[in-house]
């Protein structure tokens, strides 16, 4: 993780908690599939807000992608953005799975429902173990059909300093489904963050 | 007389809550383990009475560890203690010889009613 001032034991710190998190998440994720998802370790990485457009620039390109954005506050001044990216081809393959039609209206539907399965049940897993709780807002979706997605991520990004990339790759029992999660969170929220990490860290 | 204990997991937070959740009357000693080949590599050579064994780590994963358990038939009792929480998972976990699942983050409350169900304090 690109550390911005985080120590080693700070990041291991977060990457557990990342990691139960997302356990959490998965488990949702996989009970709403009724399948079995295979878990592997994300990779986080905090990176300046500036910089998310032209990462994603390259993975998303020339292809169907979508957006689900969706706001996010808690106590102590955390608040931020959650991001949910996916290649339009990855969502085709979970429609499949769920049996709607592909290109079907309701395909939309579905993933907003995913985004919200995923983000709500990853941040109340960070929540709870950050002795936070959290309020949402509603999910917003945003697809792009001619792949500029760049433009989507700027005018998204653009109000926040920091993002928190969480990498999830899912491996569903037969087929391969990718999606990129990424917080924006501001300034402030990156200094509250170590202290609460500090917190945990001497009660061990 | 200690008990000879292996603690295997990745994260150092992780080792530590596992370190933290035990009673004080827990008597035992302490080894740690940062993947699964680590842990093998502690368990083929000495004698462990109990593993703290988290599921999702590089190099060899959890499964692995109790599959290698299994095969070589080495003695000793494991509690898997994972972010993995899934039913089928868990399934998995007990058909392979675990004593106990247990879902992150661990704590006193979750580990003692199930060191007290096999005697281990």
Not at chain 1, 47 to 52: D, K, M
Not at chain 1, 114 to 138: D, K, M, P, R, V
Request: aromatic share 6%; with cysteine.
């Amino acid at each position: 993780m690109t550390n911005l001032g985080f120590s080693e034991e700070q990041r291991d710190c977060l990457q557990e908690i990342i990691n139960v998190a997302m356990g959490l998440a998965s488990d949702k994720l996989a009970r709403f599939l009724n399948t079995f998802v295979h878990l592997r370790v994300p990779s986080i990485a905090l990176v300046g807000a500036s910089l998310i457009p032209a990462e994603f620039e390259s993975r998303y390109r020339d292809t169907e992608a979508a957006l689900v954005s969706q706001g996010f506050f808690g106590n102590e001044g955390v608040r931020g953005e959650a991001i949910v990216l996916y290649q339009m081809e990855n969502a085709h393959k979970i429609s499949a799975l769920l049996g709607y039609d592909v290109g079907d209206v309701s395909e939309i539907e579905m993933l907003t429902d995913i985004s919200s399965i995923l983000t709500t049940t990853f941040l109340n897993g960070l929540a709870q173990q950050l002795e936070n709780s959290l309020s949402y807002s509603a999910p917003r979706v945003l697809s792009s059909t001619n792949g500029d997605l760049s433009g989507m991520l700027k005018n998204t990004s653009f109000h926040w300093e920091h993002a928190l990339k969480v990498d999830i790759s899912y491996q569903l029992v037969d087929h391969s489904f990718n999606c990129d999660m990424i917080l924006l969170i501001p300034g402030e929220a990156v200094s509250n963050i170590k202290t609460i990490l500090d917190r945990i860290l001497e009660a061990y | 007389m200690a008990l000879p204990v292996l603690i295997c997991d990745d994260s150092i937070l992780a080792r530590k809550q596992v370190r933290k959740s035990l009673p004080e009357s827990f008597d035992a000693e302490f080894q740690t383990a940062a993947n699964g080949l680590e842990a093998l590599t502690i368990l083929r050579s000495q004698e462990i009475g109990l593993v703290f064994l988290d599921l999702t780590m590089p190099e060899l994963d959890g499964i692995g560890v109790l599959e290698a358990i299994k095969a070589e038939h080495i003695d000793c009792f494991v509690i898997v203690i994972s972010a993995d929480i899934q039913p089928e998972m868990q399934k998995r976990v007990m058909e392979l010889g675990a004593l106990a699942f247990i879902h992150k983050p661990v704590n006193e409350e979750k580990l003692s009613g199930i060191l007290k169900q096999y005697g281990l304090i």
